[in-house]
Nanobody
Framework: QVQLVESGGGLVQAGGSLRLSCAAS????????MGWFRQAPGKEREFVAA????????YYIDSVKGRFTISRDNAKNTLYLQMNSLQPEDTAVYYC???????????????WGQGTQVTVSS
């Protein structure tokens, strides 16, 4: 089973940037579609972005398109999320996970890590 450790969060002013990383253990990381999710205070966890195992397909929710970029380095077993033009509404705990796609969209499967806090001040 893949274990995940997120890092790279922090406090940033609106308009700033952060790069999140997700380090995965296990030799099967490279065959999975991986994704980022976030959970704001008092809200359900929501899907943010996903990337296919070969990096040839990426997916984003509308609110982050053009601002966030998901990428991966299979040789390093690491997933990334470059976040630019951050807004206060991006404030949340961000999680990575293996994802599957169904009629409801993208769902995280497997164990969740501890996440990394992103706080954007106005």
């Amino acid at each position: 089973q893949v274990q995940l450790v997120e890092s790279g969060g922090g406090l940033v002013q609106a308009g700033g940037s952060l790069r999140l990383s997700c380090a995965a253990s296990g030799r099967t990381f490279s065959i999975y579609t991986m994704g980022w999710f976030r959970q704001a205070p008092g809200k359900e966890r929501e899907f943010v972005a996903a990337i296919a195992w070969s990096s040839d397909n990426t997916y984003y929710i509308d609110s982050v398109k053009g601002r966030f970029t998901i990428s991966r380095d299979n040789a390093k077993n690491t997933l990334y999320l470059q976040m630019n033009s951050l807004q206060p509404e991006d404030t949340a705990v961000y999680y990575c996970n293996r994802v599957v796609r169904d009629n409801n969209g993208f769902t995280g499967v497997g164990s969740w890590g501890q996440g990394t806090q992103v706080t954007v001040s106005s």
